[in-house]
């Protein structure tokens, strides 16, 4: 669902390029560029209200696709990874062996004062 909606979106986005650069502005513009000079095709008033109403339903899909991109991107993070990994069992605190001397032999378990100098 979210591919067919950036599609739609990228869609829009490169229509509403090109329709804004279609449109007349105060200087010189791109819509007579490609021979929207000539207003009898589309009526007396010229391509203006024709171009707006199509700008204008563009803009909406836009902010519709736009909010809608957003909120589910917001919505993906409800998951874990983790959810289908198995728990891993706690190791049981079981006592390390240490080897102590033997009881038989006389070894001193620190050094004593004596010994030392």
Known sequence: MSTLLTIIHI?????LVVIVLLQHG???SMGAAFGGSSQTVFGTEGPLP??????TWAAV??????ISLAYMSTRV????????VAPIAEPQSA???IPLPSADKDVPMAPSPAQGK
């Open 95 to 97: 006592p390390i062996p």
């Open 77 to 84: 993070g409800d998951g874990s990874v983790m959810k289908e």
């Open 50 to 55: 024709l171009l707006n109403k199509i700008t």
């Open 61 to 66: 899909v836009f902010m519709l696709t736009s």
């Open 26 to 28: 105060k200087g010189a």
């Open 11 to 15: 869609a829009v986005c490169l229509f």
